[in-house]
C-alpha cells in the first residue's frame, strides 16, 4: 500500500499542461471518473486529428510533466513508489504491481500513469512469452526473464511440482544468472510475470499449458482429485471430493461419464478408478494377465493373482477365471504362458 493519494497525485502532475493536452492524458489514461480509457483512433475522431496526431500530443504531455514543477514537487512521492516496487520485487507484472500497490480499483489507471510518466520505470509489453511488466533495474529484468525462460525449458511437460520444490528450482536458474538469494514471497511474484510457467488450484506449479495447471474441465478437476487422493477412487468419492476442493458441484453421473473418455484414468474396479501414471495399465482383467506375462514371462496362478491385484480391485476368484481363458496355456509345472 502507498503512503499518498495517487488521485491527488495525477491530479496535480495535470494541472499545469494545457487543456487539450490534459484531456488527451486523461482519456488514454482512463484518469477521469469513469475510469475509461480511449483509444487514439476514437480521441483523434473526437477532435478531427489523426490517430498519430494524437499520439504526439501524449507523448508532448508526458515530457511536459517530466519537465513541470508540479513533477519536482511530486519527487519524493515517485520515490516513495519506487520503493515500494523494489521492495516488491523490482521486477514485476503490471496486474501483481497494481494488486500489492492500489488501494481500490479505481487507483488502478493512475498508478498506471505514474509508472509511465515517472522516469524511475521502464515498462516491457506483453508478448508470447511474458505479461506486461515493469522494473526498475534493466539488468535484473533481463536476468530473471532468461532464468524463467530456462525455468520453463526444464519442465516435463505435465509435471506438477510442489510450490516449496518449484521455488528451489527457479532459485537455481536465478542463481545462473546471477540472482542468488531472495526471499520465496519476491520470486513468486517473478514466476507471475511469465505466461508460460503457472500454478493450479492446489498450489502445484507447471508448465501453462498442461491440462494440470489449466483447468478446464471436469475431467481435470477429476484427475487432481485423484492426484491429490493418491490411491484409486470410486467415481462418487471423486465428485465429492471436487466439491470439497474446489468448492465446484459436479454430479457423479457426469464425473463417471467424463472419468470413462479420458486415458489419464484407469477402471481398476467396480466404478474405482486410479491414474494411469501410477502404473496401472487399462484393459480388461484378461488384458492384465496377457500384460503381466508378457513383461515377466510364464508365472504361477499364485503370481498372476498377487500381480493383478496391484493393478485391479478384484477376487481372487476372479483372475483364476480369467486364467481358464484360450489366450493362456497351463504348462507342465503349473505356471501360465500365453497360448501359442
Do not use: C
Not at 519476491?186 to 507447471?206: F, H
Not at 483447468?215 to 485423484?226: G, P, S, W
Not at 483364476?320 to 501359442?340: E, H, I, P
Amino acid at each position: 500500500m502507498l503512503s499518498f493519494s495517487v488521485k491527488n497525485v495525477t491530479k496535480e502532475l495535470l494541472s499545469e499542461l494545457p487543456e487539450r493536452s490534459r484531456r488527451v492524458l486523461i482519456d488514454r489514461f482512463g484518469l477521469s471518473g469513469k475510469g475509461e480509457s480511449r483509444t487514439l483512433d476514437a480521441i483523434g475522431q473526437e477532435y478531427g486529428i489523426t490517430r498519430e496526431r494524437i499520439r504526439q500530443i501524449e507523448n508532448h504531455g508526458l515530457s511536459t510533466v517530466r519537465d513541470s514543477d508540479a513533477y519536482e514537487t511530486h519527487a519524493p512521492t515517485l520515490e516513495d513508489l519506487k520503493r515500494a516496487l523494489a521492495s516488491l520485487g523490482g521486477v514485476l507484472a503490471e496486474e501483481t504491481v497494481l494488486r500489492e500497490t492500489a488501494k481500490n480499483e479505481a487507483d488502478h489507471n493512475h498508478i498506471v500513469f505514474l509508472l509511465t510518466v515517472g522516469h524511475h520505470f521502464d515498462f516491457r509489453r506483453e508478448d508470447a512469452d511474458f505479461k506486461t511488466r515493469w522494473h526498475i533495474d534493466e539488468q535484473l529484468a533481463e536476468q530473471v526473464e532468461q532464468a524463467l525462460t530456462a525455468l520453463y525449458e526444464s519442465l516435463e511437460t505435465n509435471r506438477l511440482t510442489p510450490e516449496d520444490e518449484f521455488l528451489q528450482l527457479f532459485a537455481k536458474h536465478l542463481k545462473q544468472q546471477g540472482v542468488k538469494n531472495r526471499p520465496d514471497d519476491v520470486m513468486t511474484r517473478w514466476l507471475l510475470i511469465s505466461k508460460r510457467v503457472g500454478k493450479n488450484p492446489l498450489g502445484e506449479w507447471g508448465r501453462q499449458e498442461s491440462p494440470h495447471v489449466r483447468i478446464k474441465n471436469t475431467r481435470d478437476f477429476a484427475y487432481l482429485t485423484l492426484k491429490r487422493h493418491g490411491s484409486p477412487m470410486h467415481f462418487t468419492e471423486v465428485a465429492k471430493g471436487i466439491e470439497k476442493l474446489f468448492g465446484r458441484e459436479t454430479h457423479p453421473a457426469t464425473t463417471h461419464n467424463e472419468l470413462i473418455k479420458d486415458n489419464r484414468f484407469v477402471l481398476v474396479g467396480r466404478g474405482l478408478y486410479a491414474l494411469k501414471e501410477w502404473g496401472y495399465e487399462p484393459g480388461v482383467v484378461r488384458e492384465v494377465i496377457k500384460g503381466i506375462i508378457e513383461r515377466e514371462g510364464p508365472l504361477s496362478r499364485e503370481d498372476i493373482i498377487e500381480r493383478v491385484k496391484r493393478e485391479r480391485y478384484v477376487k481372487d476368484a476372479t483372475i483364476s477365471v480369467n486364467l481358464q481363458n484360450n489366450m493362456f496355456t497351463r504348462l507342465s509345472d503349473g505356471r501360465y504362458s500365453l497360448a501359442k
